[in-house]
């Protein structure tokens, strides 16, 4: 057996030929582009160059990008402020607050301050509830894109045992969700779980989810199962052993170029779309 490659690079590539057109069109009625903001807390390199990445995004397909960079003593009221001027804003049409945010700011508070009509990430728990109640919203970035991917390959979801590994609230939790929406059966595991390895065999579906490096190892995954790695760590590994599996499994998210790709992609998609709404 030969994996199904899922490749998000090629995906996202394809959907960002689609949203060069769309923002044109947008611009056309509008006057101007769509717009997100980033809000970058700290100095921190790693959020910087993803800040970097998804501000070259939405030049490649003609949005604007506005940066905003807060020093690290920033608290918690400073930033809402800042959340509350963008959410009133009209030319902002999206808004992402980089996480993780320096300690003294309670993160949760800041995510929740962000407009419904401009959480294109994602990470409120308002939009959360809407997504999982199945109403129409704005869903977490990465997850949304991970289904995204599997639905450009056509993998239905409907009948298959998930198993979700991690639960955190902007990638588990929703994942798992909406992975359930789609008539998928959800074991979520983590840290607490006991017998992992075996829950893991009995999965037609197993998403990488929890932050660490290769900790899912190819030998409990079941030959035939879609495994779908959402972890990146510097040695450019993810969090599922992914080397002997390509030759067992249905299809594989490969990392680098799996995942990734799509998470920005989808950030993307969703700040068009909240464009388009305003028109």
């Known amino acids: ?38 809000i970058l807390v700290g100095s921190d390199l790693a959020s910087k160059t993803y800040v970097r990445m998804k501000q070259n995004a939405c030049r490649r397909i003609g949005m604007e990008s506005v940066a905003i960079e807060l020093p690290a003593t920033t608290t918690t009221e400073e930033l809402k402020e800042k959340i509350f001027s963008l959410n009133s804003n009209k030319s902002c049409h999206g808004i992402l607050l980089q996480h993780p945010v320096p300690r003294q700011i309670n993160e949760r508070l800041c995510f929740d301050a ?59 939790k929703p994942m798992s969700m909406m992975i359930l929406n789609e008539d998928a059966t959800v074991t979520v595991c983590h840290s607490k779980t006991k017998n992992l390895p075996e829950i893991i065999q009995s999965a037609d579906l197993i998403v990488g989810a929890l932050g660490r490096p290769e900790y899912i190892k190819a030998s409990w995954i079941p030959d035939g199962a879609v495994v779908i790695d959402a972890g990146f760590h510097p040695n450019g590994c993810g969090d599922i052993e992914l080397g002997p599996l390509y030759d067992r499994v249905a299809a594989i998210t490969p990392v680098p170029g799996g995942v990734g790709p799509m998470t920005i992609n989808t950030l993307l998609l969703q700040s068009v779309i909240a464009a388009e709404q305003k028109l």
């Open 1 to 38: 057996m030969s994996a199904i490659l899922l490749d998000g690079t090629l995906v996202a590539k394809q959907t960002e030929q689609q949203l060069i057109n769309r923002v044109k069109s947008i611009r056309l009625k509008n006057g101007y582009p769509p717009t997100l903001a980033t």
């Open 114 to 172: 962000i407009s419904l009509q401009k959480d294109v990430d994602g990470v409120t728990c308002l939009g959360f509830g809407k997504m999982s109640m199945g109403q129409r919203t704005f869903g977490s970035a990465t997850p949304r894109g991970i289904m995204r991917l599997l639905a450009a390959y056509d993998i239905k979801l409907a009948g298959m045992h998930a198993v979700v590994v991690g639960r955190s609230p902007i990638l588990g």
